[in-house]
């Protein structure tokens, strides 16, 4: 029998997630919320640490160099704001955490890449993601759609003015 806490947990994990290990090289695709617009945004690198993989906080950290300085983010995988992971490279390596890999730059920073079939390990069927997106881009072309109106009734508008303009001058 589960606990109230499993039963809790269990409500906000998600259904499925991309199998990420420590070496893979992801596009991580996140929402990003500035005042009342919401974007996605893609953040890219190295995952140089996976936490608690069965748990719902399960955890992965990824590093990238921007502009010359090294940027760590950590994503929790089950989050609402995490909408998907892409691997596009997988590494051989032998440990679970790559601190090592701060220190390295260059060339010393590569790491030997292992064959592996993109299209099944990115694969995940996710309904409310799917849906989420339809929304999204659904009221992105609502939001395009209203302001054409607009901008279509401003120049009816005008329009309006000018014939009006024009009659009242033929009536001189």
């Known amino acids: 029998m589960q606990s109230v806490i499993q039963k809790v947990e269990a409500?906000?994990?998600?259904?499925?997630?991309?199998?990420?290990?420590?070496?893979?090289?992801?596009?991580?695709?996140?929402k990003i919320r500035e005042g009342n617009k919401e974007r996605v945004q893609i953040f890219q690198g190295m995952v140089i640490r996976t936490d608690r993989k069965d748990s719902h906080t399960s955890r992965i950290t990824v590093r990238r160099?921007?502009?010359?300085?090294?940027?760590?983010?950590?994503?929790?995988?089950?989050?609402?704001?995490?909408?998907?992971?892409?691997?596009?490279?997988?590494?051989?390596?032998?440990?679970?955490?790559?601190?090592?890999?701060?220190?390295?730059?260059?060339?010393?920073a590569r790491l030997t890449g292992v064959d592996f079939d993109r299209q099944s390990v990115n694969y995940v069927h996710d309904a409310k993601a799917e849906e989420e997106e339809a929304k999204l881009a659904e009221e992105k072309a609502a939001a395009a759609e209203a302001e054409a109106a607009k901008?279509?009734?401003?120049?009816?508008?005008?329009?309006?003015?000018?014939?009006?303009?024009?009659?009242?001058?033929?009536?001189e």
């Open 11 to 30: 409500k906000y994990k998600k259904p499925a997630v991309v199998d990420v290990h420590s070496g893979d090289t992801v596009k991580v695709h996140q």
């Open 151 to 171: 901008k279509a009734a401003e120049e009816a508008a005008t329009e309006a003015k000018v014939q009006a303009a024009v009659a009242a001058h033929k009536a």
């Open 65 to 108: 160099i921007a502009s010359g300085i090294g940027v760590e983010k950590s994503f929790l995988l089950h989050s609402p704001l995490v909408l998907k992971i892409e691997v596009t490279k997988r590494s051989k390596v032998r440990r679970n955490y790559l601190t090592y890999m701060r220190d390295r730059t260059g060339k010393s």
